[in-house]
């Protein structure tokens, strides 16, 4: 009698493992299944917002002021946002007025290493009046710089400069430029006018 109970509990046993096998394997593969339906396209945005008007604050102050027609969040292996449809920025002093102003036709921004690239029709002005028209220009904001390697153009004091890079902190107060070339007075000067050989490089006159 025990060795029958003995024998009935090693069939049991033998039409239950391949059943419980089973349903671990068919679990699995609907979690798979589940997991690749949520895969994301990384070419697709995840979230788009529209008229967006945001302020960063330090110190209980607004220290920028960023405006978009549309903004458009993407996660991949870096987290980013674009701004396919333009950027204003507004940089402000510690009693609120205004240091600078960027804007461009194309932004993105890095959200892990904190930069920024601003892209055609890129201009930004100081509160001098001096004003940088360039292609293509990049906002480091843990370094509170802003650079490019492209060619640029700066209109200041009733002059004309050109160079090949050119390099600022926020205010724009304090510049580089690389390979500088020009030095035209503004009046009558065509901006499509060929420029002068000069050093390789000068500080802001």
Request: glycine share 6%; with cysteine; net charge negative.
């Amino acid at each position: 009698m025990i060795k029958l109970k003995q024998n009935t509990a090693k069939n049991l046993l033998r039409s239950i493992i391949p059943i419980l096998l089973g349903i671990m394997l068919f679990s699995c593969e609907n979690d798979i299944n589940v997991i690749n339906s949520l895969k994301i396209d990384e070419g697709q945005a995840v979230e788009s917002t529209y008229n967006v008007s945001m302020t960063m604050m330090d110190s209980g102050r607004v220290t920028m002021l960023m405006e978009s027609p549309q903004v458009d969040k993407y996660i991949s292996r870096h987290e980013y946002v674009e701004m396919p449809k333009g950027i204003h920025i507004v940089f402000y002093d510690s009693i609120g007025g205004i240091r600078s102003t960027l804007d461009a036709d194309y932004a993105i921004n890095y959200s892990g290493s904190k930069i920024m690239e601003a892209k055609n029709n890129v201009i930004a002005v100081n509160t001098d009046g001096q004003t940088l028209y360039t292609e293509e220009l990049i906002w480091d904001q843990q370094k509170h710089k802003i650079y490019t390697e492209n060619e640029v153009k700066i209109v200041t004091e009733g002059k004309i400069l050109f160079g090949d890079g050119f390099i600022a902190d926020e205010t724009m107060t304090n510049w580089d430029i690389t390979n500088p070339r020009g030095d035209f007075e503004l009046n009558g000067f065509d901006d499509d006018s060929s420029s002068a050989e000069k050093p390789t490089k000068t500080q802001q006159p």
